[in-house]
């Protein structure tokens, strides 16, 4: 009896571990997302007409800028994130403000950023020996796969929606 309440004891800690690192992720993702919009409105006031250096094709850039996320915030454990979505707000500001629907590409990027905060916290929380990272690597593939898939449709869409001029 004394072994299952053990047991039920680490389940229960897996769990408030899991909910910390979701905690933590959604919050960076938010104030990276809050810093993307931050990145677009100081463009616009101080008047800064950076042009977006890509191949082109939307569906392989934005594919590239999720993929970039996505290994970024793996690598720097989430903590570099805000300051990526406010230097891709900066960027990608003059290919916003002329067709407002490129906003959308911001769900692809949170998805990307979210799915690399959860693997860095969970290898972190593996490393620690809290954590095993086994059991979550299906859904973080799953939550990349989702970003990527996000990125190539709204790339392919754009080119057959109109302009959109909202801001």
Same mark, same amino acid.
């Given at each position: 009896?004394?072994?299952?309440?053990?047991?039920?004891?680490?389940?229960?800690?897996?769990?408030?571990?899991?909910?910390?690192?979701? *905690?933590?992720?959604?919050?960076?993702?938010?104030?990276?997302?809050?810093?993307?919009?931050?990145?677009?409105?100081? *463009?616009?006031?101080?008047?800064?007409?950076?042009?977006?250096?890509?191949?082109?094709?939307?569906?392989?850039?934005?594919?590239?800028?999720?993929?970039?996320?996505?290994?970024?915030? @793996?690598?720097?454990?989430?903590?570099?994130?805000?300051?990526?979505?406010?230097?891709?707000?900066?960027?990608?500001?003059?290919?916003?403000?002329?067709?407002?629907?490129?906003?959308?590409?911001?769900?692809?990027?949170?998805?990307?950023?979210? *799915?690399?905060?959860?693997?860095?916290?969970? @290898?972190?929380?593996?490393?620690?020996?809290?954590?095993?990272?086994?059991?979550?690597?299906?859904?973080?593939?799953?939550?990349? *796969?989702?970003?990527?898939?996000?990125?190539?449709?709204?790339?392919?869409?754009?080119?057959?929606?109109?302009?959109?001029?909202?801001?």
């Amino acid at each position: 009896m004394f072994e299952t309440e053990t047991r039920e004891a680490m389940e229960g800690k897996k769990l408030n571990i899991i909910r910390s690192i979701k *905690a933590t992720s959604l919050i960076l993702v938010i104030t990276s997302s809050i810093l993307f919009f931050v990145g677009i409105v100081a *463009a616009y006031y101080f008047g800064l007409n950076e042009s977006f250096l890509g191949t082109g094709n939307l569906i392989l850039d934005f594919t590239a800028i999720t993929i970039a996320v996505f290994f970024l915030s @793996v690598f720097f454990n989430g903590y570099l994130s805000p300051l990526v979505f406010l230097g891709l707000g900066i960027k990608l500001s003059s290919l916003i403000l002329d067709n407002n629907f490129l906003l959308m590409f911001l769900v692809p990027l949170a998805f990307a950023s979210y *799915a690399g905060l959860s693997s860095a916290m969970a @290898v972190k929380e593996a490393v620690s020996g809290k954590l095993d990272f086994f059991p979550l690597k299906k859904k973080i593939f799953i939550r990349y *796969a989702v970003a990527i898939i996000l990125s190539v449709f709204v790339g392919a869409v754009i080119p057959f929606i109109g302009e959109i001029k909202i801001l």
